[in-house]
Antibody, heavy 115, light 114 residues
Framework: QVQLVESGGGVVQPGRSLRLSCAASGFTFSSFGFHWVRQAPGKGLEWVAVIWYDGNNKFYADSVKGRFSVSRDNSQNTVFLQMNNLRVEDTAVYYC????????WGRGTLVTVSS | QAVLTQPASLSASLGSSARLTCTLRRGINVGSSRIYWYQQKPGSPPQYVLRYMSESDKQLGSGVPSRFSGSKAASANAGILLVSGLQSEDEGDYYCMIWHSGAYFFGPGTRLTV
């Protein structure tokens, strides 16, 4: 069955970097694009980034543009989110979701940005 | 002005129907927008409910009951999620999403209470 497992979250100081991973299984990874979506504590969903199946097209929310970068490694069936220059307001659970429809989601990984 | 607007809450009775709306900002045409809907329950990740573009371009998520359906209200420039025959397990937060100008946007969510 489709499975997405995020990892790499943790506590980090403002201005530092973190790289999240999303390991996928149960389907043909290279045929699908992936979203990153975050949810701050007690808040709604915020779309962060998407990478298309071919890895050539990537789009970002204005709030993270220039700081975050999405990539993928088809040999590892893994999608990455490189987060640089982190801010307190980036604190959230980060989810990856499969395909344009975001039809399957992982359980998320918590990122806390705090001094 | 936010790209998408949703009522903060909606309450409906067991067995009745709930109509959740997702209003697009003026200047964004619902007719040319594919609307995605997600359900989230406390402590769990969101789950895909359905996508709706038109009657010939729509998809219900895997395992989602046919009690869930999508539509559009062109006069209101809104996407609609209709949940019929409400059951207690339909309670949760519902978010809509669209693709617009090179990015995706979520609505603020509607908390449905049954």
């Amino acid at each position: 069955q489709v499975q997405l497992v995020e990892s790499g979250g943790g506590v980090v100081q403002p201005g530092r970097s973190l790289r999240l991973s999303c390991a996928a299984s149960g389907f043909t990874f290279s045929s699908f694009g992936f979203h990153w979506v975050r949810q701050a504590p007690g808040k709604g969903l915020e779309w962060v980034a998407v990478i298309w199946y071919d890895g050539n097209n990537k789009f970002y929310a204005d709030s993270v543009k220039g700081r975050f970068s999405v990539s993928r490694d088809n040999s590892q069936n893994t999608v990455f989110l490189q987060m640089n220059n982190l801010r307190v307001e980036d604190t959230a659970v980060y989810y990856c979701a499969r395909d344009r429809d975001a039809d399957h989601w992982g359980r998320g990984t918590l990122v806390t940005v705090s001094s | 002005q936010a790209v998408l607007t949703q009522p903060a809450s909606l309450s409906a009775s067991l067995g009745s129907s709930a109509r959740l709306t997702c209003t697009l900002r003026r200047g964004i045409n619902v007719g040319s927008s594919r609307i995605y809907w997600y359900q989230q329950k406390p402590g769990s990740p969101p789950q895909y409910v359905l996508r709706y573009m038109s009657e010939s371009d729509k998809q219900l998520g895997s395992g989602v009951p046919s009690r869930f359906s999508g539509s559009k209200a062109a006069s209101a420039n809104a996407g609609i999620l209709l949940v019929s025959g409400l059951q207690s397990e339909d309670e949760g937060d519902y978010y809509c999403m669209i693709w617009h100008s090179g990015a995706y946007f979520f609505g603020p969510g509607t908390r449905l209470t049954v």
